[in-house]
């Protein structure tokens, strides 16, 4: 039972690079999350799906833009790389939104140059 | 505005009780959650506490919540060496959609 599934774990890019980061669940999830963690500054909301189909804004979306590609993916991508995108980010998904628990993936650590 | 806090560190002596408080402001929450982060991974989810509890416990870990304070803390019995990570508390604010805001988390080192 593998829950949330992140690829890759780490990746470094210059200034102006782009990528895509993945994410998958296999828990029939409706709900999934993109959230950053910084150092001393907890987890912060930058994108969220409430369900297939539809993705909303959350607390620090710029710079960013989503994808429900379909129940189970949910891609984060950066279109232009910035130095203040250096953090680790996290996946993350619900059975339902409002207040189901959230399921974390492990990570991936982001270094922009 | 919304906003969790957490004192950011912890330290205490292996056996001894661990206590990791947490307060926040407004809130029409619902549920309010303590996860754990080892390093390297993900956060996991602890326990949670309905608003309408004022203490739950399960094994080793007991949350407390006072809604007048608007004051969570989790007590950890008999603290081990592997109970050392960060702690990180989190609200839903207002029942907007899953809008959980966590605290910047607290590090839990145990020391023999």
């Known amino acids: 039972n593998a829950g949330v599934t992140q690829t890759p774990k780490f990746q470094v890019l210059k200034t102006g690079q782009s990528m895509t980061l993945q994410c998958a669940q296999d828990?029939?999830?409706?709900?999934m999350y993109w959230y950053r963690q910084d150092p001393g500054m907890g987890l912060r909301l930058i994108y969220y799906?409430?369900?297939?189909?539809?993705?909303d804004k959350g607390e620090v979306p710029n710079g960013y833009n989503v994808s429900r590609l379909n129940k189970r993916e949910f891609s984060l991508r950066l279109e232009s790389a910035a130095p203040s995108q250096t953090s680790v980010y996290f996946c993350?998904?619900?059975?339902?939104?409002?207040?189901?628990?959230?399921?974390f993936g492990n990570g991936t650590r982001l270094t922009v140059t | 505005g919304e906003d969790v806090e957490q004192s950011l560190f912890l330290s205490v002596r292996e056996g001894d009780s661990s206590v990791i408080n947490c307060t926040y402001t407004?809130?029409?929450?619902?549920?309010l959650y303590w996860y754990k982060q080892e390093p390297g991974a993900g956060l996991q989810l602890l326990t949670y506490?309905?608003?309408?509890?004022d203490m739950k416990q399960d094994q080793r870990l007991t949350v407390l919540l006072n809604k007048k304070d608007k004051h969570l803390s989790l007590r950890i019995a008999d603290t081990q060496t592997g109970d050392s990570a960060i702690y990180f508390c989190?609200?839903?604010?207002?029942?907007?959609?899953?809008?959980?805001?966590f605290g910047a988390g607290t590090r839990l080192a145990v020391h023999p």
């Open positions: 828990m029939n999830h409706n709900s």
């Open positions: 799906s409430a369900s297939e189909g539809t993705t």
């Open positions: 506490i309905f608003s309408n509890m």
């Open positions: 989190a609200v839903n604010f207002s029942g907007g959609y899953n809008k959980l805001i």
């Open positions: 407004d809130s029409s929450s619902t549920y």
């Open positions: 993350a998904s619900s059975e339902y939104g409002g207040n189901s628990p959230l399921h």
